[in-house]
C-alpha cells in the first residue's frame, strides 16, 4: 500500500517488480492475492470507465486499479492517502476509520472526555496487563459524574462486564475488554489534561508513575496520528476538535495553555504560572519585560544547582 500510494509504484508489473527484491516466505502472486481478496469480499470488483468513477477498487489495499487499453495503473485512494499520512497500519486503520465515522454521527461534546477516547491509542492490554485492578475500576466507575458516565455508555461501557470481572469469570469477548481499559486510559489522561499532578493520578488509577508517563507520550504521538488521518480525509471539522490534544497530552495541561508550551522550555507548571499573571500568548510574551519574565520563572520552579557530576539537584 505505501508503495503504490507514495507514488513509488504505478503499476501491476511495478509492484511485481518491487515484490521480487524483497524476502518473502510463501508469496502469492500479485493476482492470486487479489483473486483471494475478491473471493473474501475484501474488494470489490466492477468494470467500469474512469468518467463513471473508475474500475476496481482494492479497498483493503486502499488502491485503486485503472484500465487503460492493455495497461494498468495503479492508484492511491483519498483513504489509502490518508494512512500513508498518519503512518497508521492498514489494518488498525480500518479500526479507526469506522470508529471515527460512528463518533461523527453521535460526538458528546458535554466535556472532552470522548474526544480524549477518540486520541488514545487502541490497545491497552499490555499497558494495564499488571495493573489492572477491576475493584478500582468500579468504584471509580460509580463516582464519576453524570456527564462522564453518559460517555462511557456511549462508547460501550457496562456494568455487566464489570460484574463479569468482580466475579472472576473469564472474558469472553476481547473487543469489550478492549474498549473497558481504553476507557480506563481515557480517564487517567482525562485528570491529568485537567493539571492533576502524576503521582496523584497514579495512586488514583493503581498505577506506576512510569507506565502512566509511557501512555502519555503514546497518546500524544497517537493524537498528531489521528488529526493527520482526519485531514487527508477532509473531515474539517473533527479535525478541528482534536486538534491541540498532542500538546496538552504531552504537557498535562488544560487548552487555555496551549499556546504558551508550543515555546521550548516551557512546560506546563512554567505556562500556569505566566497565564496567572495574565501572560496568556506568545505575543504578551514577547512583549514583557525580562525582569517580569525572571521574577515569573523564580517563583514557578525550584532553584536548580549544577554539580560537577553534571547531575542537577533540587
Known amino acids: 500500500m505505501e508503495a503504490i500510494c507514495s507514488g513509488l509504484c504505478n503499476s501491476k508489473s511495478d509492484v511485481e517488480d518491487l515484490l521480487e527484491l524483497l524476502f518473502f516466505e510463501n508469496v502469492f502472486t500479485l493476482n492470486k492475492e487479489l483473486e483471494w481478496l475478491i473471493n473474501q469480499k475484501l474488494i470489490s470488483k466492477g468494470n467500469f470507465t474512469l468518467k463513471l468513477f473508475s474500475s476496481i477498487v482494492v479497498f483493503i489495499l486502499f488502491i485503486i486499479l485503472e484500465e487503460y487499453e492493455e495497461s494498468q495503473k495503479l492508484r492511491g485512494t483519498q483513504l489509502g492517502r490518508a494512512i500513508l499520512a498518519s503512518s497508521l497500519s492498514p489494518d488498525i ?37 499488571n495493573y489492572i485492578n477491576w475493584h478500582n475500576f468500579y468504584n471509580i466507575w460509580l463516582k ?29 469477548s476481547n473487543r469489550e475488554l478492549q474498549v473497558h481499559l ?6 487517567a489522561l482525562y485528570e491529568l489534561i485537567n493539571e492533576r499532578t502524576l503521582c496523584e493520578v497514579a495512586e488514583r488509577f493503581s498505577i506506576n508513575r512510569g507506565a502512566l508517563q509511557s501512555l502519555q507520550q503514546q497518546s ?38 496551549t499556546d504558551l508550551v508550543k515555546i521550548s522550555g516551557i512546560d506546563g507548571k512554567r505556562a500556569r504560572a505566566f497565564h496567572n499573571s495574565h501572560i496568556t500568548t506568545i505575543a504578551s510574551l514577547a512583549v514583557t519585560p525580562k525582569i517580569e519574565i525572571a521574577k515569573i520563572l523564580r517563583s514557578a520552579v525550584p532553584f536548580i544547582k549544577y554539580h560537577r557530576s553534571f547531575a542537577y539537584y533540587y
Not at 471515527?100 to 491497552?124: C, F, G, K, M, W
Not at 481504553?182 to 480517564?187: A, E, H, P, Q, T
Request: charged residues 25%.
Open 182 to 187: 481504553r476507557f480506563l486510559s481515557s480517564l
Open 93 to 129: 486503520a480500518l479500526l479507526i476509520y469506522d470508529e471515527l465515522e460512528r463518533a461523527i454521527q453521535s460526538l458528546a461534546l458535554d466535556n472532552e472526555l470522548h474526544l480524549l477516547y477518540l486520541v488514545t491509542p487502541l490497545n491497552n492490554v499490555p499497558l494495564w496487563s
Open 220 to 257: 500524544s504521538t497517537y493524537a498528531c496520528m489521528i488529526v493527520a488521518f482526519c485531514d487527508r480525509l477532509g473531515w474539517n471539522y473533527l479535525k478541528i476538535i482534536l486538534e491541540g490534544f498532542a500538546e496538552r497530552l504531552m504537557f498535562g495541561i488544560r487548552k487555555d495553555l
Open 144 to 172: 464519576l459524574p453524570k456527564q462522564l458516565l453518559r460517555v462511557g455508555r456511549l462508547i460501550g461501557i457496562s456494568e455487566k462486564f464489570f460484574f463479569e470481572r468482580l466475579q472472576g469469570l473469564k472474558v469472553r
